[in-house]
């Protein structure tokens, strides 16, 4: 099962290591990301990152879903990771997610870049992803869990 | 409950709970003095002092310093026999995070020990090998 999907282009970092995986009932954490799963080096630093009793695993998009889709996965707590807000309204609509907690997402480089929350920002194309993802789930953020948690769909449906 | 306090040469320390608090946000339970900064009168005795009278008697104390043999440890060391007070050195940021992070229980010499062998094997030479696995799941 999915106990939570993250949006965070940092994908596992330390923040995750030591406050989430303490903070969240999990087992698993999968980072479903196209670009970390296919260089090798990307996906070991990604490895190192592995908190003490907890499986880490880096895969393409499409390899996670499958894998999630297994039987056994049920049995699993499994904490999601997506480096971009495709990828999220992929695993929202594949699951029938009810939420997703939206992260880091400042790297992108294109113009007309709106604010979302203090640490996410979006071009037209992700803003359509991230309003077509709040059409379907509760969209909130929250960067730790002792850090303030921002309710994003108001903010989304006006923009 | 427990509480930490945490010295060290020059600026470590502070810098230590900077990255403390943004890894796990606000950290009440510890406490920190730069030690030997720009000339600054040293006051580590006197920190340590109140630190310890903050404190409630039956909840532990540890006092953390950057380097075994340093001034800052030989002065926390003169503590290590009172009562619910223990004192570590060589502090990483593995170990403080780990420390912190059981702060909301009372520490014992056996669990404190226990931390420590687990945070020693953060500190290691980093060598990147091919993952391979013929395992489709996970």
Redesign the interface.
């Known amino acids: 099962m999915i106990v939570q999907l993250r949006m965070d282009e940092r994908l596992i970092h330390g923040q995750i290591t030591t406050a989430w995986s303490k903070a969240l009932d999990i087992d698993t954490i999968l980072c479903a990301n196209d670009t970390a799963a296919n260089d090798p080096i990307s996906k070991q630093a990604l490895l190192l990152a592995t908190p003490a009793g907890k499986k880490v695993a880096v895969r393409t998009v499409a390899d996670s879903i499958k894998l999630m889709k297994d039987p056994r996965a049920d049995k699993m707590k499994v904490f999601i990771l997506v480096g971009n807000p495709k990828d999220a309204l992929r695993f929202v609509k594949e699951f029938n997610l009810k939420e997703v907690n939206i992260a880091n997402y400042m790297r992108k480089k294109t113009t007309g870049q709106v604010k979302i929350c203090p640490c996410c920002q979006a071009d037209e194309e992700d803003l359509a992803y991230f309003k077509e993802m709040n059409s379907c789930c509760h969209v909130f953020s929250q960067l730790l869990p002792t850090s303030e948690y921002i309710e994003l769909g108001e903010k989304l449906k006006e923009m | 409950m427990s509480k930490i306090f945490l010295s060290t040469h020059g600026k470590m320390a502070s810098g230590m709970k900077s990255s403390i608090e943004?890894?796990?946000?606000?950290c009440e339970v510890l406490t920190v003095y730069d030690a030997y900064v720009d000339g600054k009168e040293d006051t580590l005795k006197e920190e340590v002092e109140s630190f310890l009278a903050a404190c409630k008697p039956d909840e532990s104390k540890l006092l953390i310093s950057d380097m075994l043999g340093g001034s800052v440890n030989q002065v926390l060391s003169q503590y290590a026999n009172h009562k619910n007070v223990f004192v570590i050195t060589g502090i990483t940021l593995s170990l403080l995070?780990e420390l912190v992070?059981q702060c909301f229980d009372n520490f014992t010499k056996d669990s404190l020990e226990n931390t420590i062998i687990?945070a020693r094997e953060m500190t290691k030479l980093?060598i990147?090998?091919?993952?391979i696995s013929d395992d489709d799941?996970?």
Not at chain 2, 22 to 26: D, F, H, K, Y
């Open positions: 943004v890894l796990l946000g606000n995070l992070t687990n980093v990147m090998e091919p993952v799941f996970f």
